[in-house]
T-cell receptor
Framework: NAGVTQTPKFRVLKTGQSMTLLCAQD?????MYWYRQDPGMGLRLIHY???????AKGEVPDGYNVSRLKKQNFLLGLESAAPSQTSVYFC?????????????FGSGTRLTVV | TQLLEQSPQFLSIQEGENLTVYCNSS?????LQWYRQEPGEGPVLLVT?????EVKKLKRLTFQFGDARKDSSLHITAAQPGDTGLYLC????????????FGTGTRLQVTL
């Protein structure tokens, strides 16, 4: 089925460890986004990309880096994980010409930093 | 500071009751969307509203965009257990390269 796939689905990290979250979409969408979701705060934008090779900071970018080397993939990296980065991370994509169709989201990655 | 505030934060009602969820901001949005999210899944789009004062209906759900495009509401008539979930409003600010700003969310539980 077409959509957005996130890997891994769950991960536990120790403080200071690094990891990369992978997002892959097969809908040929130009725009891709990384959000984090915390209780009572909705979704907050970390980084986003409007095309292959381009990235930009969102609302809460500190402690994260991203790369968009291929149009279909958007990677989110944590260089030195902190307990404050415990959250559920969602990747989303959309086509710029189909804004009314909204974002297509992945099913999330639940990350715990101990 | 959250740009979009939703109320109430939690709502527990019985099947058949009506309810309204509010999404408020001091900013003007070029468009606003409502999503529903179920446990373990990502949000799924319910509706997009664009014009101030616009009203859209989706079966028992009625969505309204405020005249000034700063607020929106979601009204559910005769709620059913299948309506249970987290409801999120999300607005697109003019000139923000398609970035959506999400509201704080309203968690709805409908019991038999």
């Amino acid at each position: 089925n077409a959509g957005v796939t996130q890997t891994p689905k769950f991960r536990v990290l120790k403080t200071g460890q690094s990891m990369t979250l992978l997002c892959a979409q097969d809908m040929n969408h130009e725009y891709m986004y990384w959000y984090r979701q915390d209780p009572g705060m909705g979704l907050r934008l970390i980084h986003y990309s409007v095309g292959e090779g381009t990235t930009a900071k969102g609302e809460v970018p500190d402690g994260y880096n991203v790369s968009r080397l291929k149009k279909q993939n958007f990677l989110l990296g944590l260089e030195s994980a902190a307990p404050s980065q415990t959250s559920v991370y969602f990747c989303a994509s959309r086509s710029p010409g189909q804004w009314s169709y909204g974002y297509t989201f992945g099913s999330g990655t639940r990350l715990t930093v101990v | 500071t959250q740009l979009l505030e939703q109320s109430p934060q939690f709502l527990s009602i019985q099947e058949g009751e009506n309810l309204t969820v509010y999404c408020n901001s001091s900013s003007v949005f070029s468009s606003l969307q409502w999503y529903r999210q179920e446990p373990g899944e990502g949000p799924v789009l319910l509706v997009t509203v664009v014009t101030g004062g616009e009203v859209k209906k989706l079966k028992r759900l009625t969505f309204q965009f405020g005249d000034a495009r700063k607020d929106s509401s979601l009204h559910i008539t005769a709620a059913q257990p299948g309506d249970t979930g987290l409801y999120l409003c999300a607005g697109e600010l003019a000139g923000t390269a398609s970035k959506l700003t999400f509201g704080t969310g309203t968690r709805l539980q409908v019991t038999l």
